[in-house]
């Protein structure tokens, strides 16, 4: 059984840094991809950040590049986003997806990832 766990979120003033870390278990994620997304009230979910496990390739929201950087640590299977000059345009709940590298994947779209965290608030105030 596939376990996403995340962890890292708190609440930080603006121009702060936070870490979020996924812990991965159940299964090898060798041909998949780890991505970051995020949820504000009343808004839909959206992609913030992915990486191959593979190879570490990344893909980043426009907003956030430059300021975000995600990293994985194969031997610890953990995900890791570095959260650098945060926003509070950031606040968020930030979940953790892990999605299978087929036909069809898309990066930065949610139904593309199979397997999901319980998220960790992340709350920035000016």
């Known amino acids: 059984q596939v376990h996403l766990v995340e962890s890292g979120g708190g609440s930080v003033q603006a121009g702060d840094s936070l870490r979020l870390s996924c812990a991965a278990s159940?299964?090898?994620?060798?041909?998949?991809?780890l991505g970051w997304f995020r949820q504000a009230p009343g808004k839909e979910r959206e992609f913030v950040a992915a990486?191959?496990?593979?190879?570490?390739?990344?893909d980043y929201r426009r907003a956030v590049k430059g300021r975000f950087t995600i990293s994985r640590d194969t031997a610890l299977n953990t995900v890791y986003l570095q959260m650098n000059g945060l926003k509070p345009e950031d606040t968020a709940v930030y979940y953790c997806?892990?999605?299978?590298?087929?036909?069809?994947?898309?990066?930065?779209?949610?139904?593309?990832?199979?397997?999901w965290g319980q998220g960790t608030q992340v709350t920035v105030s000016s």
């Open positions: 990486i191959t496990w593979t190879g570490g390739s990344t």
């Open positions: 159940g299964q090898s994620f060798s041909t998949y991809a």
């Open positions: 997806a892990a999605g299978a590298l087929i036909s069809g994947f898309r990066v930065s779209n949610p139904r593309s990832y199979e397997y």
